[in-house]
């Protein structure tokens, strides 16, 4: 980030006049046992940025990179209470470090692909599956029929063979729809693809890894007695960080800009919460350095809450640096 834009964000940030007071948020926070928005906590002193995918589209011209088109590109820039309209791309705490980074994946869509599931009630990681091919052999407990085939099946699994290898569905669905998705999927140039199921929304196509993520980091983000330490925000568009949240037990209630959230370890760090800003698109804001406690999670979901998403020219703005590497678990 060149000097003269981080002079400029810096004092965008000094424009920001948080609002509310702490220990009425805690005590709001107590009473409600943390399942209500949490509402804003004094002293946080930053407008935190949730980096839109489609942001990095220009950049990536010059790199010959072909990147997916994101459903980002389709939202407007949320401008929550408290943010400057009009403010630059990311505005840095007091004290506080931050950076934008652009991991990208070049195997991501060698590998294997999903398709997300929901109930009509569904929601990122709640009342949903996951379609995932090809994944390791698996070993479950129970036998099952899958059409003309033979496969197993455990608490929230169900995996068979397919078109030379295997599948699975992974997700808090009832056993039977989960048995009924697998009966209805088939693969198509490598590919699962999921026909109708009653009672259920079935989604397009997808890496299971993201072919590239967003990210912007920032350190020492505090409020007036709680120091979350490393705290970043990732945007991507896979499968596999919902299929990760059921292998877990993610802890659901809350609300981002008005979508429902989950907070799990997914992503890595002590927590992540994570919304779905767009079909199929993830955000999450996550942190490393406190236990994962009542203050912590109420800054989280206060954070999270804050956050804007920013187009092609602010996200190009910030000069994010290009991490090639691999996005997700070593096994998919």
Same mark, same amino acid.
């Given at each position: ?73 389709? $939202?407007?820039?949320? +401008? ?5 309209? #009009?403010?630059?791309? +990311? ?19 060698? #590998?294997?692909? !999903? ?6 009630? #569904? ?5 949903? %599956?996951?379609?995932? *091919?090809?994944?390791?052999?698996? &070993? ?14 455990? =608490?929230? =699994?169900?995996?068979?063979? $397919? @078109? #030379?290898?295997? %599948? ?14 697998? %009966? ?16 259920? !929304? ?5 890496? *299971?890894? /993201?072919?590239?993520?967003?990210? &912007? ?6 409020? /007036? ?5 490393? &705290? ?40 992540? $919460? %994570?919304?779905?800003? /767009? ?7 996550? *942190? ?25 020219? @602010? ?18």
């Amino acid at each position: 980030m060149s000097v003269d834009l981080r002079d400029e964000l810096q004092r965008e940030a000094a424009r920001v006049t948080p609002g509310g007071s702490l220990p009425d948020v805690m005590v709001r926070v107590r009473r409600r046992r943390l399942r209500r928005r949490v509402a804003f906590a004094a002293g946080l002193g930053a407008l935190l940025v949730v980096a839109g995918l489609a942001g990095i589209v220009a950049r990536r011209r010059d790199r010959n990179v072909n990147p997916a088109v994101s459903p980002l590109a389709q $939202i407007s820039a949320i +401008v929550t209470p408290g943010a400057p309209v #009009g403010a630059g791309a +990311v505005a840095a705490p007091s004290g506080g470090y931050s950076r934008t980074l652009d991991s990208y994946d070049a195997t991501a869509e060698q #590998g294997a692909w !999903t398709v997300v599931v929901r109930a009509a009630n #569904g929601s990122l990681g709640l009342h949903s %599956a996951v379609v995932s *091919y090809p994944v390791p052999k698996p &070993v479950l407990a129970r036998q099952v029929r899958i059409g003309d085939v033979v496969g197993g099946m455990t =608490e929230r =699994e169900v995996a068979w063979p $397919i @078109a #030379g290898g295997y %599948a699975k569905v992974h997700g808090d669905l009832p056993d039977s729809q989960l048995v009924a998705i697998a %009966a209805a999927t088939r693969i198509v140039d490598h590919r699962p693809v999921v026909g109708s199921v009653v009672g259920l !929304t079935v989604g397009p196509s997808r890496p *299971y890894r /993201a072919v590239h993520v967003d990210e &912007v980091r920032m350190y020492d983000l505090a409020t /007036a007695d709680t120091v979350l330490g490393f &705290v970043y925000t990732d945007v991507e568009v896979s499968g596999g960080f919902e299929d990760q949240l059921f292998a877990g037990t993610p802890s659901t209630g809350f609300t981002v800009h008005g979508h429902p959230a989950v907070i799990s370890t997914v992503n890595g760090g002590n927590a992540t $919460i %994570a919304w779905e800003p /767009a079909p199929g698109v993830v955000a999450d804001v996550g *942190y490393s350095g406190r236990q994962l406690d009542d203050l912590a999670i109420a800054a989280l979901v206060d954070l999270a809450n804050r956050s804007t998403t920013l187009d092609a020219l @602010a996200w190009a703005a910030t000069q994010p640096q290009v991490i090639a590497g691999h996005n997700g678990p070593s096994d998919m």
